[in-house]
Nanobody
Framework: AQVVESGGGLVQTGGSLRLSCTASGLTFNQYTMAWFRQGPGKEREFVASHVHKDGSTYYADSVKGRFTISRDIAKNTVYLQMNNLRPEDTALYYC?????????WGQGTQVTVSS
């Protein structure tokens, strides 16, 4: 099984990006899907997650109101819509799939926000 991210890039402050993460080799609707990020010189941190069982979503305080996580079951894909981006959002963004101890990480997609 694997998850593969895409959609990163360079954007100006206040701009938007949509990240995608496509899963294969796993039963997508069983897994909690999440986004994490790691900025320069920082620890990896939680950004957002989506629990398919009940549709619950969770966000880090730093992104609430600006980022939205969503899931397309037909495409085995989870998205992270990022609006009103800030320089401090610059990071390598990772997708994670987790279900009862089965844990998969992608290679990451770089997001750079210029001031």
């Amino acid at each position: 099984a694997q998850v593969v991210e895409s959609g990163g890039g360079l954007v100006q402050t206040g701009g938007s990006l949509r990240l995608s993460c496509t899963a294969s080799g796993l039963t997508f609707n069983q897994y909690t899907m999440a986004w994490f990020r790691q900025g320069p010189g920082k620890e990896r941190e939680f950004v957002a997650s989506h629990v398919h069982k009940d549709g619950s979503t969770y966000y880090a305080d730093s992104v609430k109101g600006r980022f939205t996580i969503s899931r397309d079951i037909a495409k085995n894909t989870v998205y992270l819509q990022m609006n009103n981006l800030r320089p401090e959002d610059t990071a390598l963004y990772y997708c994670n799939a987790n279900f009862r101890g089965d844990d998969y990480w992608g290679q990451g997609t770089q997001v750079t926000v210029s001031s």
